[in-house]
């Protein structure tokens, strides 16, 4: 268990350098200067350059970017708060909590609630709770996330007044809501869809025909016997729908105006503003790693047959 | 016989009692014909694998009626744009901000000025304003009559009429002459000739006037129109990128699964290292890192690969080629699995035994048997492609104006949606039902050819 | 019969059917049978033959499209089929325990064998405390000859082997005490060493624990082995039934005829050549109107095309379904 553990995190580390290599190195394809604005002479553009340790070889470069984030130093601003440390703009102005509330709420409630539809769905399969999940389900993962976060601002918002159009930070419950909903509803969907097929698939199984032999109740044939072994498909969706979520709070954050990190990493690839690119993409990038080793290790504990010091494939 | 059947039943059942039972007689007693045998067995009729799927497809009604929606979508966005006398770029400049249905200012005004009038011809058909009927000559065909006039200051501001009946039947009437219930009486009458002049120019008349079915938006362009051509975008595309994820996929899936060993585990090891890192991420960076390089590319580029690539524009292409790096790992996976399964299969290994070569076992047996995961994969990832495309244009990062696909649209609306809610109405339905009826036609595809997996 | 509080299982005329898109398959067609306590009954059919319908009737594990359409099933005097949900569910895995063909599937992996042994008990008895439960299925685990049982109830199933899974099964079955175990093609999946063990096994425990067997096998040297008494399906029929000595010496049906020449044996005089039954079984969506072995049968006649055999009774519960045993006049004029 702990070796495979290591090799785990020996891989993340590692895809973790490649996404810091690959987005150094698109960040630098990006045509122009950061530093080009009307006003700009090519003497001043050269000085910021040499300020920044932006004349140096690329490999150079990315060399101290990665000692540096190594050290734990993000670096500094060049342009969007222009001389401030990223630890401060990200961590001390509270953007990546932001994200992080946000996007622990939408998890829990996508599994909390989709979990147990998908369940119900499978278990009263063919009648019209099973009929109206499928139609709900179906229809949610075809909405995108920005067609229904403006929905919702503009029904509950605008024209019934109930919650306010701006989220902010997130300080009482109710600005929770929109964002959350709009961030969870299509993997609520998708989970609970993929939580019903593989719980038939579960169903079908040998296994529980042989418990319902033994004359064990219907209740506990699902509900120990079916969920668990049909719940292995959902753990491995789950690294997909971290970076789905925080794909989704680009869009979410924009729109119910909450300055968290996906909006600033849009922001910050609009803008140019290299240190900031860099290390937005290697925090979420860690976030979506970090997850995939959390699934990779849950596996473990639902399914007793996965060897973990063996590769499966 | 008998004697058995004596020697071992103490209740021994009279047999001749049980013939007249049955009513049965000793001819009924003596052997069965081949053909008699044969007669008792009803044969099946034997079908393809296809026809067997397209059979279970067709049963499945609601993946029906989505294949059956799906394609009136592809009509609405193909065939469309013919029907509509409006395109998706042109500004009509009195047509701002109308809701559904409505005509903008200068075609109601046309509608009514043009009651008596068997047909017209006016800019604002066209373009919205009646700006001018350009100085020169022209020439007008209707009904196997060529009217031929020229003038010499050009028309302002006027819509110019036929009417057969009339005793000058072409004139034109200046817009500030009609009165708000569309009456005028000033007129005036063009001279013409039935020969047209070399050069003239024809004006083509029109008696159609249509309403702006979703409305315009602030530029003045007819949504309809746009959502037409988003939904075209959108779904080209989707079917692109899909077909791009097929190929590199297929291949790479295929050459790694059948190379097997050392090969295969580094191939796959390169998959899951691009399959462990965030995409989104990646496609922003992309988005704007290959705007510039590709604009260069489109204007340097003289060739007609360049030309189509141009035509389609540096959001779309950038798309493509995120797509082409990014999401063919899925794919590469399902037919590596596919592979490695059939590569273990009896039949297969029969195959070899007997002396097939690769190729015939990869054509007659492998593919084959890879085309239902590799139908079912395709068709699912056209709305995933859909869905990303409309993100980054959402986010500013995809196609831009005056293009259109439907996520921009959506965008676009948001900016008014609390004035003009139905602007994202419509885009926003469009590619809802567009990702829905995929899926649901790839759901069917999934039951249908692969019937293990339907219970 | 006077003996009919000695049954413990009476099948009446029970008929399964199950009713798919393309029409309705009579997977069992009226069979009937009787099963006394402490007995071993074989039922031997090709796969298709409906026997293992049959088993899933009296368990109650019947799953739609499939229904019990006719006939009856008494257990013990009380009416199996007329059971409501909690009835059954106490009926199934306490007196009457089902073992399967694939150990490697019918055991749940994600759980220890030990779990699911304990589960067949709590199920039952609410009242049993965990130590219990665990001693109990570590007794049976011994019982079925698993070595090193208080370590091996704690591993889950994929790291048994097959022949263990299965006797795990058989423990799991068991281990409640049930008065009428139904085994399913128990050795069918397994290595022929290992099925010779399992068939070892089960004749004990049968035996010690005084349990009724249900065997069905395609088998006919399994059949040999264990059964007191056989049926033969075909087609979803009995077409031949009784004594197990009756079947293996004196078979009266063609098709038992045929499963017998074509088995293998040891006592083999010189070189006899193994004989098979031509032909595939009949297609029971649509079934002959006839016999329905009719179509593969050396000797059909012409009342064999048109009309179902009745069956002839002989002595010792021995009865044949076959127009053979009815040819009247002719067999007279042979004499």
Redesign the interface.
């Known amino acids: 268990m702990g070796i495979y553990i290591l090799k785990r995190v020996g891989a993340a580390i590692l895809t973790m350098l490649l996404i810091i290599t690959i987005t150094f190195f698109l960040m630098n394809a990006i045509p122009g200067s950061p530093f080009l604005t009307e006003k700009s002479t090519p003497q001043m553009i050269e000085l910021a350059n040499q300020k920044y340790g932006l004349d140096k070889p690329l490999i150079i470069q990315l060399k101290n970017y990665i000692v540096s984030y190594l050290k734990g130093d993000l670096g500094t601003s060049l342009k969007m708060q222009e001389g401030t440390s990223v630890n401060d703009i990200l961590f001390h102005q509270g953007k990546f909590q932001l994200s992080i509330k946000l996007g622990v709420a939408a998890l829990v409630l996508a599994i909390a609630v989709g979990i147990p539809l998908g369940c119900i769905a499978a278990y009263r399969r063919g009648t019209w709770i099973d009929g109206l999940l499928r139609v709900v389900t179906t229809v949610g993962v075809a909405i995108p996330t920005f067609v229904l976060a403006t929905t919702l601002l503009i029904l509950l918002a605008v024209k019934l007044g109930w919650l306010s159009t701006i989220s902010g930070s997130l300080e009482d419950a109710k600005s929770y809501v929109m964002p959350v909903i709009s961030l969870s509803f299509y993997y609520m969907c998708y989970i609970a869809k993929l939580m019903r097929t593989s719980m038939l698939d579960a169903i079908n199984q040998d296994y529980i025909r042989t418990a319902r032999a033994k004359g064990v109740k219907t209740k506990w044939i699902v509900l120990k016997h079916a969920l668990r072994n049909s719940l292995i498909p959902v753990i491995t969706y789950l690294g997909p729908v971290t970076a789905g979520i925080i794909t989704g709070s680009f869009v979410v954050e924009s729109t119910f105006a909450i300055p968290g990190l996906g909006k600033y990493f849009v922001q910050s690839v609009l803008n140019r503003d290299y240190p900031i690119i860099m290390a937005t993409t290697a925090v979420l990038s860690a976030m979506v790693i970090g997850m995939n080793l959390v699934v990779d290790i849950a596996y473990k504990i639902v399914d007793p047959r996965i060897s973990l010091s063996a590769k499966e494939d | ?5 004596k020697s ?4 021994q ?4 009692k ?2 007249d039972m ?1 009513g ?1 007689s ?7 014909a081949d053909s ?7 044969m ?1 009729k034997s079908i393809s694998f296809w026809q067997d799927a397209w059979r279970r497809f067709k ?1 499945n009604t609601v993946s029906m009626v989505a294949l059956v929606v799906f394609i009136v979508i592809v009509l609405f966005a193909f065939l469309g744009p013919v029907l509509i006398p409006y395109d998706y770029s042109s500004q009509y400049r009195s047509a701002q901000n109308l809701a559904p249905m409505q005509y903008s200012e200068n075609e109601q005004l046309t509608m009514l000025a043009t009651s008596g009038a068997d047909a017209y011809y006016s800019t604002a058909v066209q373009s919205g304003s009646l700006t001018a009927i350009r100085k020169g000559s022209h020439y007008i065909n209707w009904k196997g009559a060529t009217y031929a006039f020229s003038n010499d200051k050009g028309i302002e501001n006027a819509i110019l009429m036929l009417d057969t009946d009339a005793e000058n039947p072409l004139y034109y009437v200046k817009l500030d002459d009609i009165a708000e219930d569309g009456t005028y009486s000033e007129i005036t009458v063009v001279e013409y000739t039935s020969e047209a002049a070399e050069g003239a120019d024809e004006l083509e008349l029109s008696t159609k006037i249509f309403p702006h079915v979703f409305g315009t938006d602030s530029a003045g362009r007819d949504l309809m129109a746009r959502t037409m051509f988003g939904a075209r975008v959108s779904i080209i595309i989707g079917t692109m990128a899909a077909l791009i994820v097929l190929v590199i996929g297929s291949i790479y899936g295929s050459i790694s699964g059948l190379a097997g060993g050392r090969v295969d585990f580094i191939m ?1 090891r390169i998959v ?2 691009i399959y ?7 496609v ?3 988005q ?2 290959l705007k ?2 590709l604009q260069e590319w489109f204007d340097s580029g003289t060739s007609a690969f360049s030309q189509a690539m141009s035509d389609l524009g540096t959001g779309i292409v950038s798309i493509m080629i995120t797509f082409a790096l990014l999401y063919w790992v899925t794919m590469a996976r399902i037919i590596r ?1 596919q592979v ?1 399964q059939l590569k273990k299969q009896e039949y297969i290994t029969a195959a070899t035994a007997l002396g097939a070569s690769n190729g015939r076992i990869i054509r007659k047996h492998l593919l084959p048997n890879c085309v239902g995961p590799l139908v079912i994969t395709t068709c699912l990832q056209i ?1 995933s492609a859909i ?1 990303l495309e ?2 980054l244009s ?3 990062l995809g196609v831009s104006a005056p293009m259109a696909s439907l ?1 921009s649209l ?2 676009d609306a ?1 900016a008014s ?2 004035l003009y ?1 139905y602007r ?1 109405l419509f885009p ?1 339905v469009v ?3 567009i ?2 009826t995929l ?2 036609v790839g759901d069917g595809l999934r039951d249908a050819l692969d019937p293990r997996l339907k ?1 | 019969m006077a003996e009919d509080n000695k049954k413990l299982l009476e099948v009446k005329d029970l008929a399964v059917s199950f009713f798919t898109p393309a029409g309705e398959v009579k997977a069992v067609n009226g069979i009937s049978y009787s099963l006394g306590y402490n007995e071993v009954m074989g039922v031997v059919g090709e796969s298709g033959s409906g026997k293992s319908v049959e088993a899933y009737a009296i368990m109650g594990l019947l799953q739609s499209p499939g229904r019990v359409i006719g006939g009856s099933i008494t257990f013990e005097g009380r009416d199996v089929l007329a059971f409501n949900e909690e009835e059954r569910r106490q009926f199934r895995g306490n007196e009457c325990s089902m073992i399967f063909q694939n150990p490697m599937t019918c055991l749940n992996p994600v759980y220890t064998i030990g779990n699911q042994l304990m589960e067949a008990l709590t199920c039952h008895d609410s009242g049993i405390s965990k130590d219990e439960a665990r001693n109990r299925a570590i007794e049976m685990l011994e019982k079925v000859g698993i070595n090193n049982a208080s370590k091996r109830v704690d591993q889950y199933p994929h790291e048994f082997s097959g022949g263990m899974r299965q006797r795990a099964m058989i423990a799991m079955a068991l281990i409640t005490r049930p008065k009428l175990l139904i085994a399913d093609e128990p050795t069918t999946a397994l290595d022929v060493t290992i099925q010779a063990q399992i068939l070892e096994l089960m004749k004990e425990l049968q035996e010690k624990e005084n349990t009724s067997i249900i065997f069905i096998t395609h088998n006919l040297g399994v059949v040999a082995e264990i059964c007191d008494k056989v049926s033969v399906m075909y087609a979803g029929n009995i077409i031949e039934q009784g004594d197990v000595n009756d079947i293996f010496y004196s078979p009266q049906h063609p098709y038992t005829k045929g499963l017998l020449a074509s088995m293998p044996r040891l006592d083999a005089e010189g070189h006899e050549r193994l004989i098979p039954i031509e032909g595939t079984p009949i297609d029971l969506l649509n079934p002959p109107a006839g016999c329905n072995f009719g179509p593969r049968c050396a000797e059909c006649m012409k009342v064999c095309t048109r009309m179902k055999p009745p069956y002839a009774e002989m002595e010792n519960g021995h009865r044949s379904a076959c127009w053979l045993h009815f040819m009247g006049n002719k067999g007279k004029e042979d004499e």
Do not use: Q
């Open positions: 016989m008998k004697d058995k059947l071992f039943s103490p209740f059942v009279d047999a001749g049980i013939m049955y049965l000793d001819e009924d007693f003596t052997a069965a008699e045998k044969e007669s008792m067995v009803e099946h049963e796959m899951e290292l462990s890192i965030p995409e989104v991420l990646i922003l960076l992309l704007v890192v510039d390089p699995g490695l709305p869905f409309s993100f959402f986010l500013g996520g959506c965008s948001l949606i609390t809610p994202l926003a590619l809802t039902l990702v829905l899926n649901l219970k």
